[in-house]
């Protein structure tokens, strides 16, 4: 039906031209400065409530559970009661294994930065290769798959005998423990370079360098940032149960000690400093993804 | 049209092998385009019109045949023979200068200076108007404007073959109206030759000197070439009730509609 085709084609001719219409600039109005200030804390106010609100109720259910005598775990109260000079004093230093909650932590961070940073550029140059070979990912890819699913501590043992040394096996444990996720989303991320830019990459003729530099790694960077921070989560999972294991300063290690010798107080705050800085660490690579990919990377 | 022969297809064809089956997308394409030619592709989807173009751009290798600019075999993809890209195909991490900066670097490292590239840069974003829009990022910007980053892009390689692949597809009614415009004045100014695929009869008469008809698919060919007798700077007003735009219109939507209509299958 040939007429029927014709039909639902009306002729774009008739359209005229789009005229040049006049702009008129109208004077952008901006509230006054109380109105606005009044604005943000409302939003403010609307964002920060809930989670206090929720934070309180949950303390209070913990003191009432844990004030009944006979209670094993101290109440919220004398936690903070136990710990109130560990806790306004971070940075005291008596030698050994005594130190200020900071030193802990400094430590077991260090730890983290040598073992994520290996792992971190070991990660993104075996990930662009598994993600541009077809053969490097039909080898490689069956290995990888297999030794992610490895429990870090399970590799301490190994790292152990290996370097003969506490630090750099905590070190390689982490290393081990965060490299699996960078890998595998920095090869999807190669892989999945849409066809359009290598059909631009081709027309203009770059080179495999200036492809590399140009667009593999651009392209990239948000599946890259993907990794680190699935990386840098677990590897403060691992840095805490590796240092329970090889003693010596830090977090994990301060836990451990303190259930030796029955602080449980110390355990607890301990907790919250962790919790804090891993979830600090996440937001960091977060951020730092959302900068680099000029807000392409999900924060 | 009395102009030398600039590109040419010479017993053009293509098969995609699939397994052991084999599909002859096109057969036999023969077309002669001279130098500052405007020529549109015209055919139902799947005639293998975008095949001819990525074998024109050195993307797809022609199975059989061989496509010659200025006497040479076209073999790779190459700045000579720019694709203005239907989905614009930007870099979503550069800027609009940025995206056309990269092609300008690339393609005149050697010939010009840096602040003469930058010049080369402005100039291009603006003949399509964009020059105000420099810094922005392709997510903060309209279709229609990206395509002109697009098509500034392709022009600051100096090529010398526009290939268009449905460069308005994409887009609103008003906004192609507008860069249709855009493209004619430029050609107008520049002089380029262009092929361009398109799907749009009002289009392909609008902006062509000559209107290639292809057959359908599979083992699509070229059925049928029309001269679009149209006098140029054309006024899309004017041409409304032009008695030649009407006849080639009528000519094209007969080629297309009665004698090549879509088969039902893929309707």
């Known amino acids: ?299 | 049209m009395n102009r030398s022969t600039y590109l040419s297809f010479e017993q053009v064809g293509m098969s995609f092998r699939r397994g052991a089956r084999v599909t002859e997308v096109l057969r036999d394409v023969d077309l002669k385009i001279g130098e500052g030619e405007f020529v549109s592709i015209i055919g139902h989807s799947g005639c293998g019109k975008s095949t001819l173009l990525n074998i024109v751009g050195g993307l797809l290798k022609s199975t059989t045949g061989e496509v010659f600019l200025e006497g040479r075999v076209v073999d790779e993809p190459g700045p000579d023979r720019a694709i203005v890209f239907q989905n614009h195909s930007l870099l979503p991490w550069l800027t609009v200068y940025g995206n056309v900066r990269i092609a300008v670097d690339k393609v005149f490292r050697r010939t010009k200076s840096a602040a003469a590239r930058h010049d080369w840069v402005m100039h291009k974003l603006e003949l399509v108007q964009m020059a105000q829009h420099r810094d922005k990022r392709p997510h903060e910007i309209s279709g229609g404007m990206k395509q002109r980053v697009g098509i500034a892009r392709a022009l600051a390689m100096q090529p010398k073959v526009l290939l268009m692949d449905e460069p308005f597809g994409a887009l609103d009614a008003l906004t192609r109206a507008h860069l249709q415009d855009s493209v004619m004045d430029i050609h107008a100014r520049l002089g380029n030759t262009v092929m361009m695929i398109t799907h749009d009869v009002d289009e392909a008469v609008l902006l062509s000197d000559r209107i290639v008809m292809m057959t359908n698919g599979p083992s699509a060919t070229i059925g049928e070439v029309l001269t679009v007798g149209l006098p140029r700077p054309r006024r899309r007003l004017e041409l409304a009730t032009d008695v030649e735009y009407t006849r080639c219109r009528a000519a094209v939507i007969e080629f297309l509609y009665a004698r090549h209509k879509m088969p039902a299958r893929a309707a």
């Open chain 1, 1 to 299: 039906m040939p007429s029927a085709v014709k039909a639902v084609k009306p002729p774009v001719d008739s359209d005229a031209p789009p005229a040049p219409a006049a702009v008129l600039a109208l004077p952008l109005k901006r509230p006054p400065l109380a109105e606005r200030l009044a604005l943000i804390i409302s939003e403010a106010a609307r964002r920060a409530v809930p989670p206090v609100v929720m934070l309180a109720v949950l303390i209070a259910l913990w003191e009432l559970l844990c004030s009944q005598a006979g209670s094993r775990l101290p109440p919220p109260s004398k936690v903070l009661a136990d710990t109130w000079d560990f806790i306004v004093d971070p940075f005291y230093d008596n030698g050994g294994i005594d130190k200020g909650a900071f030193w802990h932590i400094a430590n077991s961070l260090g730890r983290v930065a040598i073992g994520f940073a290996l792992a971190a550029v070991a990660g993104i140059a075996l990930g662009v290769l598994v993600g541009q070979s077809t053969w490097a990912m039909r080898g490689l890819d069956p290995i990888f798959q297999v030794l992610r699913t490895i429990p870090p501590l399970a590799w301490l043992p190994l790292s152990l005998a290996g370097f003969r040394d506490a630090q750099p096996s905590a070190i390689f444990v982490i290393f081990i423990t965060s490299i699996w996720p960078v890998i595998i989303n920095t090869s999807v991320g190669v892989r999945n370079i849409p066809q359009d830019y290598r059909n631009v990459a081709a027309v203009i003729r770059l080179s495999w360098y200036e492809f590399f530099w140009k667009i593999t790694l651009p392209a990239t960077v948000p599946y890259i940032f993907t990794g680190l921070r699935i990386g840098v989560g677990l590897s403060w999972l691992a840095i805490v149960a590796a240092e329970m294991l090889i003693g010596g300063v830090g977090i994990g290690f301060f836990i451990w000690d303190a259930w030796n010798s029955s602080r449980i107080s110390d355990i607890i705050v301990a907790l919250v400093y962790i919790g804090l800085v891993g979830f600090l660490l996440d937001r960091l690579i977060a951020a730092l993804g959302h900068v680099i990919s000029h807000g392409t990377s999900a924060s």
